[in-house]
């Protein structure tokens, strides 16, 4: 996993951390930059692709053990809402002997903040559509007293917080695999903008995979 924080973006410096709490975007992502659809074909096959799942191969200990920090302090999710849909879709669902339990007791019980027109439609417990300007939004989430807010996936609404200056923090769990196609995080007409590494580790799955091609 690499930690990276920002210093400046195209508004100019950015004093975030008197922030009263952190917005943290924690994403799975290949060297391409694509986050769609990571853990499972099912996810999000929209654009026609047909390679969800790429993360399987490399799961191990020690990336549980990354979530496992990330989750390890006090949270509230803030979803967009195709990820609200498929988080909602499988977390409550998640058995009781599930090596994922603990995850999913935690994603259950938090707050859900969500970005959508259709809050009658969220039946996830604690969960809570955003309404109003999605900027503004969060902008006052981030002044009141609380946990930090963890953002997991929801690639178009990051990019729009990231054009704000409101994400605190990057977490990136990133995979040797280059997919050429997919959503990705970043795009060709990303504002230019500046981050600090502040942590990075390597797993023993990730090292051990040998490299294809030349």
Do not use: C
Not at 113 to 124: E, I, P
């Amino acid at each position: 996993m690499q930690i990276v924080r920002r210093i400046y973006g195209p508004f100019g410096s950015a004093d975030l951390e008197n922030s009263m709490r952190k917005l943290i975007v924690a994403e799975q992502i290949s060297l391409d930059g694509v986050i769609q659809s990571p853990g499972g074909p099912e996810e999000d096959p929209s654009g026609e692709f047909r390679l969800g799942g790429w993360i399987v191969p490399y799961a191990d200990e020690a990336i549980g053990q990354d979530l496992q920090d990330l989750f390890s302090q006090p949270f509230e999710l803030l979803l967009g809402r195709r990820t609200y849909e498929i988080f909602a879709a499988y977390w409550p669902r998640v058995p009781v002997d599930s090596d994922s339990r603990a995850i999913a007791d935690l994603f259950n019980s938090v707050p859900k903040h969500v970005a959508t027109h259709r809050s009658d439609t969220l039946d996830w417990q604690n969960s809570h559509a955003l309404e109003g300007d999605l900027a503004d939004a969060i902008r006052a989430l981030k002044q009141q007293d609380g946990a930090n807010l963890l953002m997991w996936g929801s690639g178009d609404i990051v990019r729009q917080l990231l054009a704000a200056g409101l994400v605190d923090e990057l977490r990136f769990l990133i995979y040797p695999v280059v997919l050429g196609r997919g959503k990705r995080l970043f795009g060709d007409n990303e504002p230019a903008s500046a981050f600090t590494l502040t942590h990075s580790t390597s797993t023993p799955s990730l090292d051990s995979h040998e490299p294809h091609g030349t």
